[in-house]
């Protein structure tokens, strides 16, 4: 696993899927920023958004480089094949993503709440570059749930499937923070770059934290739990990371 530039937006990115990368960078004279809405905005209004913002910081709107999304509840493979096609194609429009690809540049992380979920899938937060001289990577690693990369089904592919004790948790909390250090490797980062580390599970983590998580060093800069559950049933634990020095909230 190895990056690959994507110059007209300012970055590098990890190579995944079609919906989505694994990852992205900034590229030397570049920095990445970071927005999370006040509310999330169903999607349509999202990307209206994203737009907005990247357009008024005079950059093109290849600079979109990461998205954190919300989704009603846990969609089916096919069900979420059908949304990820809807999605890229707005990214199509911008001239980021090639249609028919499976390259795509952009990272993202997408889940469900567990407690007041949205009706439709709405943008959380959402991450751009922009020319700065700044010494210091900045990055995002896209979420990833307990599911081996490849194509197939989710069930076939997921560690521990329809288990939820917590030795089953374990294993999986073990395999989704592998994978975010494979994804940080990939982009020449370590976990001690990290600025913020999120999880997303309806599943208690006490059991696991200390030796899954905080002694492999995913908890370098502290863990945001947010009560969620990743985009696919029978997924039950998802990680992000990213290494920003500014964010922001929009009104």
């Known amino acids: 696993m190895k990056s690959e530039p994507f110059a007209r937006g300012g970055y590098c990115f990890i190579p995944a899927v079609f919906q989505y990368s694994a990852g992205v960078a900034a590229q030397p004279g570049y920095v990445i920023e970071r927005v999370t809405l006040r509310a999330p905005l169903p999607l349509s209004q999202g990307f209206q958004r994203i737009a907005e913002v990247i357009r008024a910081r005079g950059r093109p709107l290849a600079a979109f480089c990461a998205c954190e999304l919300r989704s009603p509840a846990p969609f089916t493979d096919v069900g979420f094949r059908g949304f990820n096609e809807g999605y890229v194609a707005r990214l199509a429009e911008w001239g980021i993503y090639e249609p028919g690809s499976d390259i795509n540049p952009v990272a993202r992380s997408n889940v469900c709440p567990e407690l007041d979920p949205p009706s439709e899938p709405c943008l959380h937060a959402f991450s751009f570059t922009l020319p700065c001289e700044t010494q210091g990577r ?33 294993a999986k909390a073990s395999f989704v923070v592998a994978e975010m250090q494979r994804r940080l490797g990939a982009l020449g980062l370590t976990w001690a770059d990290t600025s913020a580390t999120q999880v997303y599970t309806v599943h208690d983590m006490h059991p696991f934290f200390a030796d899954a998580i905080a002694r492999r060093g995913a908890a370098h800069a502290g863990v945001t739990w947010h009560l969620c559950r990743p985009p696919v049933a029978g997924l039950e634990f998802e990680m992000d990371c990213r290494g920003i020095f500014t964010e922001h909230r929009l009104p």
Request: hydrophobic share 25%.
């Open 138 to 170: 900045t990055f995002v690693v896209a979420g990833s749930g307990e599911a081996r990369e490849g194509s197939g089904e989710y069930r076939a592919r997921t560690v521990r499937y329809g288990e939820t004790d917590p030795e089953a948790m374990r």
